[in-house]
């Protein structure tokens, strides 16, 4: 085996804060050097060092499709011909924002931007602007993307790191939010009583995915709906991650939820750069030039990022297109809980649809704290047992892994073969 992945690894050192481009790239959570890659075909990454993985990263939820998915390729092909970007109006960002609103009934219109980042801030900034509030409401655990008033106990990158905040955010920023526990309706109810009229918003993942998948408890996203109606601050739904993901819907279809905005990213892009921020018309029309509340992008809605989108979406639209992800992640998770129970390992499967963690915990996972609370020392024996044999899951205890359309039955059953001697790898230390 070649160490080219290692050579690399120590010249990005030099170059790259970190050596990489977006902390858990970096494999601190787990241990040892990351691994470079250099293609991706379906359910398969290519190393520099010539090994082959079966992924459940898949770029952190972009891939519902696999890697280059062929009918997103030629998009991107017959869209590269025609222009990268014309910094003007385009007829696809028309159709993409349609698509949009079509499966988003909660979204009468649709902005789009380049990341889940700046779609959550642009969010904010309306709902700011919108309430003449300050405040803003947010659950512990749940990431948001780096912005400034979103990095208070954020979540997988920031959890893996140990860092409960983030130096160079303004405390005068950082107080204007509320941080309070996932799934947690007294807490809810509580904060509400204090500050309920003072808050602009109150932003969600209604399935946390950055603490590990964390699924809502009952009741909860109803009642954060409720509250925020009352005391008028904006429900935003971020879904940048579960949107498109969970359901056609996403999570409000699921659960029959309907937010005021929502943030979008990840799948619309189809493995290209881009975001999207939309809800209620009252709120979208006060973003420039309709309303006054200013927010630009060079490269926003730029052609390659929506014919990517719009061909991803198309394709996840077709018959029976779920389904089909909903039997093999249910194989992968009935799969691993077999496999972990025959070595004695407890765990905590937490799954919605194609997203899933396997948390090394007795009791269940149901917030940031029991996340915190389960064996990450485990989960990276676990890790690297399954890289030596070929399955690239996520390199954190506290992020979710993926499943897309490119998985077979044939990958997941390789899967589970290494995941046995994984859990065994756990146990003997
Ligand atoms: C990934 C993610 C973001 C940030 O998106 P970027 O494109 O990485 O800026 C925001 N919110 C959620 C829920 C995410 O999963």
Not at 223 to 233: S, V
Request: aromatic share 8%; charged share 20%; proline share 5%.
């Amino acid at each position: 085996m070649s160490n080219k992945s290692k050579d690399l690894f120590r010249k990005a050192l030099g170059l790259i804060p970190g050596g990489v481009n977006s902390p858990v790239r970096a494999f601190r959570a787990v241990g040892g050097d990351p691994v470079f890659m250099c293609r991706g075909k379906g359910s398969r990454l290519m190393s520099v060092d010539g090994d082959q993985f079966i992924d459940y990263v898949m770029s952190w939820g972009p891939l519902i499709l696999g890697h280059a998915h062929p009918e997103v390729t030629n998009a991107l092909a017959r869209a590269i011909e025609a222009g990268t970007s014309f910094g003007a109006a385009t007829e696809a960002e028309v159709e993409l924002a349609e698509r949009i609103r079509q499966a988003f009934l909660s979204m009468d219109r649709v902005r789009l931007v380049n990341s889940g980042t700046e779609a959550t801030l642009s969010a904010l900034r309306v709902a700011r602007a919108a309430t003449g509030r300050d405040k803003i409401l947010k659950f512990d655990g749940c990431y948001h993307g780096h912005v400034d008033s979103l990095l208070v106990k954020a979540g997988s990158g920031v959890a893996t790191l140990g860092l409960p905040d983030s130096p160079g955010v303004p405390s005068a920023l950082a107080q204007l939010t509320l941080s309070i526990p996932y799934n947690d309706i007294s807490a809810l109810e509580a904060t509400f009583e204090r500050h309920g009229t003072e808050l602009a918003a109150a932003i969600v993942e209604p399935v946390a995915g950055n603490m590990g998948c964390v699924p809502p408890s009952p009741g909860f996203l109803a009642k954060l709906r409720d509250i925020t109606e009352r005391d008028g601050a904006v429900l935003i739904f971020d879904e940048v991650m579960t949107g498109f993901r969970v359901a056609y819907g996403g999570a409000q279809e699921l659960y029959g939820i309907r937010p005021d905005m929502t943030t979008l990213g990840k799948i619309i892009g189809g493995g290209l750069p881009v975001g999207a921020y939309g809800g209620r018309a009252d709120l979208m029309d006060q973003v420039a030039p309709a309303g006054p509340v200013y927010q630009a992008g060079t490269l926003s809605g730029n052609p390659l990022a929506v014919a990517a989108g719009l061909k991803t979406l198309e394709i996840i639209r077709r018959d029976g297109f779920y389904e089909s992800l909903e039997s093999r992640s249910e194989q992968l998770a009935s799969g691993l809980q077999a496999a972990a129970r025959k070595a004695g390992v407890a765990i905590q499967l937490n799954r919605i649809g194609s997203m899933l963690t396997v948390f090394f915990s007795s009791p269940s996972v149901t917030d940031y704290e029991s996340a915190r609370r389960a064996d990450s020392a485990a989960f990276a024996r676990f890790f690297h047992s399954l890289l030596d044999h070929g399955v690239y899951f996520p390199p954190s205890a506290y992020e979710a892994a993926f499943l897309s359309s490119a998985h077979s039955r044939e990958d997941v059953g390789q899967t589970l073969d290494a995941a046995a001697g994984a859990f065994e790898a756990v146990t003997n230390r």
